[in-house]
């Protein structure tokens, strides 16, 4: 039994920590680093970030895979694509870093600190009237692990939040709308509206000209989804006219974004390198070891891909 780490180990830590980590938590499974894949019918996982399937062999006994990426979307269709189970390795109850980031960014806007330092560069002394969270809406598009925590923490504090997902949920510990006939409704009650959606085709280009005017006059945008999910030239007219105040944005297309974009020096834009959250190896092996004993125990990936959704 072997697991195969497809170069995550130059993004995060290094071979010897992953193997070091690995013997602490499962100390049966071998573990290879790409390309040194020794004998091929041993390997049972593969680990990756955005792997190349046309440069992988074929593993006879392989069982399941492990992606780090945020988004499946790179290479979801390839046509050599595995035939096992694809499962993402995040953390069950989310990640603090992305909490933090996400918390970060809605307060900034929501106290509209851009224009304190604004004012800060121009030595003005400046009075504004104060919003109070219980009337400052917080709309969170998708609604999963990574999403769930800072909404939590942002209704503690006494906004008003909501989410929006694809698919009816069960009752949640905020108000969900789902599907394409509430998504007005939902961006309607946004003031902050905040991405964390997979990049499908349903969803690519998903905040336009089109959704920003479904949302109310000075709204403002926290995209930690895909850089896909912003059509960038309708985000920057519906800016100037004023129908949005702010946006951060962490996730970009391309990356890295080109120095000749206008997103860069927009005085109402805060462009971000994609530095969201960082896993550490612990964390990542601690749920590929998860997944691990659940199949081995008849059981399926904690965080199972769907393939014909795309996440």
């Not at 970060?104 to 104060?130: G, K, S, T």
């Not at 998708?142 to 949920?169: D, E, I, N, T, Y």
Request: hydrophobic letters at 45%; one cysteine or more.
């Amino acid at each position: 039994m072997a697991l195969l780490i497809i170069e995550l180990d130059k993004h995060i830590g290094n071979a010897k920590a992953w193997r070091d980590t690995f013997k602490e938590q499962l100390p049966d499974l071998a573990i290879r680093i790409w390309p040194d894949a020794g004998e091929l019918s041993d390997i049972e996982y593969l680990a990756f970030m955005h792997p190349d399937f046309d440069l992988l062999p074929v593993f006879p006994n392989l069982k399941a895979m492990f992606s780090r990426a945020a988004g499946v979307e790179s290479f979801i269709k390839h046509p050599k694509l595995p035939k096992v189970p694809l499962g993402k390795v995040e953390p069950p109850s989310g990640d603090p870093m992305m909490t933090e980031y996400v918390i970060m960014h809605v307060l900034r806007f929501h106290r509209d600190m851009p224009a304190y330092h604004a004012a800060q560069a121009n030595r003005e002394w400046r009075m504004a009237p104060i919003i109070r969270p219980e009337h400052r809406r917080i709309g969170f598009l998708g609604f999963g692990m990574m999403a769930k925590a800072p909404a939590l923490v942002l209704k503690s504090l006494g906004f008003k939040v909501s989410g929006w997902v694809r698919s009816p949920r069960r009752a949640a510990e905020v108000p969900i709308f789902h599907g394409r006939d509430q998504f007005e409704a939902f961006l309607n009650q946004t003031d902050i509206a905040v991405c964390l959606l997979p990049l499908t085709r349903e969803t690519e280009g998903i905040f336009c000209a089109r959704t920003f005017a479904m949302m109310p006059r000075g709204a403002m945008l926290v995209n930690v989804g895909r850089g896909k999910h912003v059509v960038d030239k309708d985000l920057i007219t519906a800016l100037d006219s004023g129908q949005l105040s702010y946006a951060a944005l962490d996730a970009l297309w391309p990356e890295p974004l080109p120095p000749e974009s206008p997103l860069w020096l927009h005085p109402k834009v805060t462009v971000m390198p994609h530095v969201a959250r960082r896993p550490t190896v612990a964390q990542l092996v601690t749920q590929m070891v998860a997944n691990i004993r659940s199949l081995k125990a008849g059981g399926a990936l904690l965080q199972e891909v769907d393939i014909t959704v795309g996440y």
